[in-house]
């Protein structure tokens, strides 16, 4: 069987004409390429060549022959490729899993970014509950997943990424929406929320407490717009992540971020995935660009 090497030489030399150049081309003797090529030929038990003192002219056949050869050499030029690129996991269809309380307001320029820098890597990409999507992942029904901390599981290695704001808004008429407040009339105030599965949930039940405001139990939102509705009516204030405020498909349309002197709410992001995966490096790769891009996007220097 015709090896690769047999196949370059034959092609090199076709386009260089003769074998000295043909050797020069191809770093080796010129007696060892004429003997791969006569190897060649008997392997396939035909001419491919009309050697003369001046150089050497294809046979009809091995016209022929050169011009596949020219079709399997690019098809492993693609291989090659393909395994370098398979090398940082860059290829393929990578399952990501994300809340839908970041995904769609991060991703989109990610993934932008991920394509032009590996345009062989697929992303499906699929939203859920933090803690179910954790499980989903130790299962191995999700390669990696982009969310709030704490993500747990004992099996999981765990980047943290960046630290979002989380802003205290209102209608945009409300009262409170005038200038800076005293964190003490916030006492009492309705706050609305996601539903409890959500990590969201959880920081805004927290920043209830600590602000003596009530967690509205009968107006719960189920998506981030939601939220921003209710909130832009008047039905109550709520907590919203900075880059859904700064995002072309959220925004802060009817909504006032409202000035709390010393207010400092964030989450906490990361990518994490199954610890000692072969994808470890590929996914090391994503949490850079994840991060590079959030930090721009929010004007965080610190995560």
Known sequence: MPTIRQLQYVVTLA???????????SH????????????????????LLERSTTGAILTPIG?????????????VRNIEELAR?????LTGTL????TPTLGPYLLSPIIAELHRAAPGLRLYVREGIPDEQALALSRGELDVILGPLPIRG??????????????????VDSDLASGPLDPAVLAGQTLLSLDTRHHLHRETSRI??????????????????????????????TVLPQLYLRSDVGGQAGLAILDVPGWKAHRSVALAWRR???MEAAFRIIADRVQSTARRMLDLQDV
């Open 63 to 75: 016209r022929s022959i050169v011009s596949r050869a020219r079709g399997v050499l690019g098809e």
């Open 85 to 89: 690129s398979a090398a940082n996991g």
């Open 95 to 98: 399952r990501l899993g994300t």
């Open 154 to 171: 004992d099996d999981l290695e765990i980047e943290p990424l960046f630290r979002e704001p989380l802003h205290l808004v209102a209608a």
């Open 15 to 25: 386009d260089a004409g003769s074998f000295a150049e043909a050797a020069r081309i």
């Open 276 to 278: 000692g995966t072969t």
């Open 28 to 47: 080796v003797s010129q007696p060892a390429l004429s003997q791969q090529i006569k190897a060649l030929e008997d392997q396939l038990g035909v001419k």
């Open 208 to 237: 209830a407490t600590e602000h003596g405001m009530v967690l509205s139990p009968d107006y719960e939102g189920t998506s981030l717009d939601s939220l921003h509705m209710m909130a832009a009516s008047g039905l109550g204030l």
